[in-house]
């Protein structure tokens, strides 16, 4: 669901046009410690790490329907978690608010700030996007000149924000909107599928 809100938003068109798809390796474990080595938190959870005892009782205490039998889904409050399942480590994380005011919104925006820092993009009032390659993340003048150097940026791992109404701005719109933002590494889930497609052949 989040992936269809994404790409109906042009401005993110531009943004990945600079971003090549290549792997960062052929192996998944490989590619998880990788991603891990980022320390991509929330909520004590971090992208690519397995689950410790803790949230493994979590996650057995409040499953979710998985969209694949590869893997598990559950939810730590508002935190959704999605997992591999042989491995648990973590693939996706994410939240999301259906009818949030703009108070609540910057909360949520500057919650992560306090985690990921300053971002690589802020676009139209309404995108907050960190871009990490297995260096760190990519600061917003290293973005700006790889945008005006025609350069792709080999990405890692992502942090999306979304908003359906002004983060700072006062406008002519609702006074609530969606939020909502996802942890995720596109190299990751692309090596995952492309595996599971593979055994299944």
Known sequence: MQKKRLCRIPVFVLFLCLFSGRLY???????????????????????????????MK????????????????????NLYVVAQKTSSRVLVMYEQFEAASQQEIQSLIGDLYMNFDDPTVLAHDKVVYWAYTEKGKITSKEFDRARQDKKKLTLLATVKCI????????????????????????PILKLFQDQLQSNRM
């Open 58 to 77: 979590t996650a057995k205490a409040n499953p979710l329907d998985a969209a694949s039998k590869d893997t598990f889904k559950f939810k730590d409050k």
């Open 163 to 186: 908003s359906d109404i002004n983060i700072m701005e006062k406008g002519e719109e609702p006074s609530k909107g969606q939020v909502y933002y996802i942890i995720s590494s596109d």
């Open 25 to 55: 390796a052929n192996d998944l474990n490989d590619l998880f410690e990788q991603v891990e080595q980022l320390k991509l938190e929330r909520n004590g959870y971090v992208l690519g790490a397995a689950l410790n005892n803790g949230q």
